[in-house]
């Protein structure tokens, strides 16, 4: 593949602009939705050549102000200066046609199209009223070959790796002549060798004079590529400065504003030596293999990794959701014999699903009827009819104990923030008296205030006698909130640490599987 | 997303709330079926009768007792396109028990009810164990059942199947007849027909069902979200089965009812009433999406598409009109529908 071939390519041949001219700039912008202040007063710039990071936590307005520049949503108040003329863009179209594309978080690729059809969609070169398959095929590859990257524009998008699906997006911004390219959590589901290939594309980008804005919460990867950094908290500018005059400490404090433990609650329960859980010798082909762990009586475990690495699939795996091909799972000194979710319901395990919405709740149905859901016996008699004065009780009982925040029980769920949602599927496996609870991303996309309301539960779960797994990309969430971290690497427990004794460091080089050794940090 | 939360959302300014949207797409459908009533009650002097309440009311069973079970398949998320053909071939089982293996009349038609379960159990099976979309499951079960109705028939009308095959159908309870002085019966009041009967006491079966009981919340869980459903330890294969099944069985016990009125059992009976069933419910207000719908919606539904061909034709509108009013009517609720769920 030839690798200089971006310096030949149409971007530079068709832009020889100056380095470090101000390409974009976002001043004074505001964004509000009906009740919420997404965005306040923000400053954000970018320049011809650069790589400017945008760091916040969840919730911070990334997301809305990466929206706001790629036209998906206008700003309620502010300006937005695209190469030297005032603009609002009406749709992402407009803004895409001018020259700003963006690269999802989630990609937005067709799974059943082929490579160059994804690349070329609703711009088909076309011969009369047909596509020209040749044409579009060797656009394709001109695209492909000017990333560097080995991938035949003639398949199908659903047999490619995500980090394969992410070149696909990048050659096609690519191909729409793309002059601001906006990467959102690019390296979240890649492994280190797919983002080291993606860092020297982002390189050569760089080099042709594209302008990369650049979301992560991987702080430590962002030296290597990373010019400047813009600050969120809470919809707000904080600040922005050279990376180089900055470190990580820095950027962690302006982006919480807080000092990190002040973020957890303290911790109350204290593990002991009494086992609950046992796994040993977990196995389903080609996704985990030989896991063994113990969950102990008032202890929190996290589960640590990299997206892919397996905790999600184990934990589904012991709930009986998917099938394991080898291994016993035991609880409480008895060896369960699990085959759907409703014998590990029956046997007190409860799985708190990552995705609520998708998986965890029943979003048409009332609060009431998704508590009681997983234990519709409590509130019935024994004709199966339900005992409402039952059912009521219990719910209050429940929204009071977790101070869930709803206008009345009978309000559909899917109109409550994350935070009571999720505080919705807790009460849910309390009412169910379950013995071991596994928390899947238990905060994602859930605000601050909420997310310390879910730790202090997770801590009163354990200090009951109650067995508690975390499972959590956010690793300043496992060290806060665990007494032990199992770290997975590609389908297996890399190592066991204890939280006290260990590092965001330590865990990040098990999960990308180096072990202790190769410390880089 | 975290966000200032400068004012709480209000729900009174201008939009109005989830309950009160229900409220406003039951009445609406309420209202549209007792405009009906009214205009026809002006335009034709027969229509606002205690007898062609009854012949209304006798119509609308089939309609209803095929809504009610399409009502809870597509509460799972599914649909039914069966029950036409498994109506006719319940039927005309029913009809050969008695004919050709001289069944009492009770047990045959409880052997053409079980056709129809069985049916409804093949559907659930189908959709369930082989994971056939239930728009081709249904589809293929729409076929086959109709023909072995033609086949087991020879395509012929099934007669002579003696006065106590026609009870089911024609009688009624409290129906007054008194002898008049030329001697001739003056029917006083007509009765309430049996198949009325049946009608009101299973749709408040199920309707209980649906609300009341734990079988009840499932089906709906299962609509609104198999997955969670799933995870929280609903039997979902064995909730949506028993949607089909029950879908079955009152296509069955229609088909008895239908062919008990003729006293003649159609193998070509019931074709399209699985249209009628489906937009009954989706006139009631059922989502085809799954997770909504009541009984007393789907009531309404099938009063209204019953009350409509009642009406225009005692107004003498032909027959292909009527077909373009109640497509017109089908488009016009769902529409409503979509502007309720519009957010």
């Known amino acids: 593949m030839p690798n200089g071939a971006i310096a030949g390519g149409r971007i530079d041949a068709s832009q020889p602009a100056a380095m470090g001219e101000t390409l974009l700039s976002l001043e004074n912008i505001s964004k509000e939705f009906p009740g919420v202040k997404a965005l306040q007063g923000v400053h954000f710039d970018l320049r011809r050549g650069e790589v400017h990071a945008v760091c916040g936590e969840n919730g911070a307005g990334k997301s809305t102000l990466m929206k706001i520049i790629s036209g998906v949503y206008t700003p309620t108040s502010g300006r937005i200066v695209y190469k030297g003329t005032a603009r609002s863009f009406a749709s992402p179209l407009e803004a895409e046609a001018l020259g700003i594309a963006i690269i999802h978080q989630e990609l937005n690729l067709i799974p059943h199209l082929s490579v160059a059809e994804n690349i070329y969609l609703a711009r088909e070169p076309r011969r009369g009223f047909l596509v020209d398959r040749k044409a579009l095929k060797a656009n394709a590859q001109k695209c492909l070959d000017r990333l560097g990257v080995a991938i035949d524009p003639d398949r199908r998008v659903r047999e490619l790796s995500v980090a394969q699906c992410q070149m696909v997006e990048i050659a096609k911004a690519l191909s729409l002549n793309a002059e601001v390219l906006i990467m959102d959590e690019p390296t979240s589901s890649l492994t280190e060798q797919e983002t080291r290939l993606l860092f020297k594309v982002i390189h050569d980008l760089k080099a042709s004079g594209v302008g990369i804005v650049y979301i992560s919460h991987r702080l430590d990867e962002m030296a290597e590529i990373v010019d400047r950094v813009t600050v969120l908290r809470d919809g707000r500018y904080v600040a922005t400065d050279d990376f180089a005059a900055t470190n990580v400490d820095e950027i962690v404090s302006r982006m919480v504003g807080r000092s990190l433990e002040e973020k957890f609650p303290e911790r109350t329960s204290r593990p002991t030596r009494d086992v609950i859980l046992a796994a040993r010798g977990l196995t389903r082909r080609g996704v985990f293999h030989d896991i063994d762990f113990e969950l102990r009586r008032g202890e929190i475990l996290g589960f640590a990794g990299l997206m892919g690495a397996g905790r999600t699939e184990v934990a589904r795996a012991i709930f009986g959701a998917d099938a394991l091909d080898a291994g016993t799972v035991t609880l409480e000194g008895r060896q369960l014999n699990i085959r759907s979710p409703r014998d590990a319901i029956a046997a007190g395990l409860a799985y708190l699903s990552e995705d609520r919405k998708a998986q965890g709740l029943a979003v048409k149905m009332p609060v009431d009827a998704n508590m009681t859901l997983a234990n519709m016996d409590e509130v019935s008699n024994r004709f199966g009819l339900i005992d409402f004065a039952k059912h009521a009780k219990a719910a209050r009982h429940y929204i009071d104990l977790l101070s869930i925040k709803t206008p009345s029980a009978s309000q559909p769920v899917r109109l409550l923030s994350g935070g009571n949602q999720q505080k919705i599927i807790i009460g849910k496996w309390l009412f169910r008296q379950s013995r071991v609870l596994i928390f899947d991303e238990p905060t994602r996309g859930i605000d601050v205030g909420a997310k310390f309301a879910i730790y202090q539960i997770m801590d009163e779960l354990a200090a009951k006698g109650i067995g508690v797994i975390l499972i959590s990309s956010e690793l300043p969430e496992v060290l806060g909130m665990t007494d032990r971290i199992a770290v997975f690497h590609q389908g297996r427990i890399a190592g066991v640490l204890e939280t006290a004794a260990t590092s965001q460091e330590e865990i990040m080089h098990y999960a990308s599987g180096y072990g202790r050794a190769g410390s880089r940090a | ?161 003696g006065e106590s095959f026609g009870v089911l159908g024609n009688g009624a309870l409290f129906r007054v007849v008194t002898l008049g002085d030329d001697g001739f019966p003056t029917v006083v009041f007509p009765g309430i027909p049996y198949p009325v009967i049946l009608m009101v006491v299973i749709a408040v079966a ?90 007393s919606g789907t009531f309404i539904g099938s009063f209204v598409i019953g009350i409509l061909r009642n009406g225009l034709n005692m107004n003498g509108v032909s027959a292909f009109t009527q077909q373009i009013i109640i497509g017109l009517v089908i488009l016009l609720t769902v529409w409503i529908d979509q502007l309720r769920n519009r957010r």
């Open chain 2, 1 to 161: 997303m975290t966000m200032t939360v400068a004012t709480p959302p209000s729900p009174a300014r201008g939009r109005l709330t989830d309950r009160q949207k229900d409220i406003v797409q039951k009445f609406a459908a309420l209202g549209s079926l007792l405009v009906l009533i009214v205009v026809f009650s002006l335009t034709s002097n027969a229509f606002f009768t205690v007898n062609n309440g009854m012949t209304i009311a006798l119509q609308v069973t089939s309609i209803a007792l095929l809504g009610i079970g399409a009502t809870c398949v597509i509460i799972t998320g599914g649909i039914d396109l069966s029950v036409g053909s498994v109506l006719a071939l319940s039927g005309v089982v029913a009809a050969l028990a008695v004919k050709e293996l001289g069944l009492a009349v009770p047990f045959a038609m409880m052997l053409g009810i079980l056709t129809g379960a069985f049916c409804g159990l093949i559907n659930g099976i189908l959709v369930t164990r082989m994971r056939l979309p239930p728009f081709i499951a249904t589809l293929g079960m729409m076929l086959i059942a109709r023909g072995v109705a033609l086949q087991i028939t020879g395509a012929r009308a099934v007669s002579g199947l």
């Open chain 2, 206 to 295: 199920v309707s209980l069902m649906l609300n009341r009981s734990v079988l009840g919340r499932h089906i709906y869980a299962v609509g609104s979200n198999s997955e969670a459903a799933r995870l929280s330890g609903v039997n979902v294969a064995g909730v949506t089965r028993f949607t089909y099944v029950l879908s079955g069985t009152l296509a069955g016990l229609t088909g008895c009812v239908l062919m008990s009125r003729l006293v003649t059992a159609q193998p070509n009976e019931g074709v399209m009433y699985e249209l009628d069933a489906i937009a009954s419910a989706v006139i009631g207000g059922t989502s085809l999406i799954g997770g909504v719908g009541t009984m």
